[in-house]
């Protein structure tokens, strides 16, 4: 019984922790887009991204860290979810876990140079002359390349969907959770993935685009975790439920 009593409070603390992430991380992003023109401002140049970026001011600065943890929250649900379904001897989703977690410090490393590194790029490039504003350029493309599309949003989001699909692929198998989420969660990987021809585009000039992923598959994958979330909690509250109404015939016993 007290196993199970710390199973279904595992459970609970990760349902909620996987609804509060998404949707903190949603209300964080949608302000960063009204705000900052996010995610589209990220393939400009620097010399349209860094004087927006100083124009914003330290509100803009709170709002990427606000966004960079309401994300990197995510990481302790991730980290529960084991237990939480009561697979912690699941091979697959021991490995799935930890490159859950890895996804999650990755995208944060990405969002947190907003944060720590950019701030002081912009106002040098805003207030340098010519010969700053190029060596700030080049700095710029190097950090911009490097945390962001390589780490952030290559490494970041490749992982994250690694995560998603092993997961989706357990429920379907396992049924710990209802079909329908594992089906829902291998589509909106799908849509994730081909988000990719976009971070690779600016590398590779000429790759293949499809506009509608990023959009589509952000914000398909954001509700599924939301969705994920509620159906723990749904799951801890039976198992509550169930735990209660064996109690008696357990004393009996």
Not at 9 to 37: E, K, M, Q, W, Y
Not at 59 to 66: H, I, K, P, R, S
Not at 193 to 222: E, K
């Amino acid at each position: 019984m007290a196993t199970t009593s710390t199973d279904t409070n595992t459970a609970r603390v990760a349902g909620v922790l996987f609804v509060v992430s998404a949707l903190a991380f949603a209300t964080a992003a949608t302000i960063l887009s009204v705000t900052f023109d996010w995610p589209d401002i990220l393939r400009e140049p620097a010399s349209v991204v860094l004087p927006a970026f100083e124009a914003g001011g330290t509100g803009l600065v709170w709002t990427w860290f606000a966004t960079a943890w309401t994300y990197g929250l995510l990481a302790i649900p991730v980290l529960l979810l084991p237990a939480a379904l009561g697979l912690r001897d699941h091979p697959a989703m021991r490995v799935a876990t930890y490159v859950g977690a890895a996804s999650v410090l990755l995208s944060l490393i990405g969002f947190l140079r907003w944060v720590f590194v950019v701030p002081p790029l912009a106002a040098s490039y805003v207030t340098g002359n010519s010969t700053v504003r190029a060596a700030v350029d080049a700095a710029w493309t190097a950090q911009h390349q490097f945390g962001g599309a390589l780490l952030g949003e290559h490494l970041g989001q490749l992982l994250v969907i690694a995560w998603s699909v092993t997961l989706s692929v357990i429920i379907l198998r396992a049924k710990v959770l209802p079909r329908w989420l594992g089906a829902a969660g291998l589509l909106v990987s799908v849509l994730y993935l081909l988000n990719q021809g976009d971070i690779l585009a600016a590398a590779v000039p000429g790759f293949p685009v499809w506009d509608l992923a990023g959009l589509l598959g952000s914000t398909g994958w954001g509700l599924w975790v939301a969705a994920l979330g509620v159906c723990i909690l749904v799951r801890s509250t039976r198992g509550r439920r169930a735990a209660r109404a064996s109690a008696p015939a357990d004393g009996v016993i």
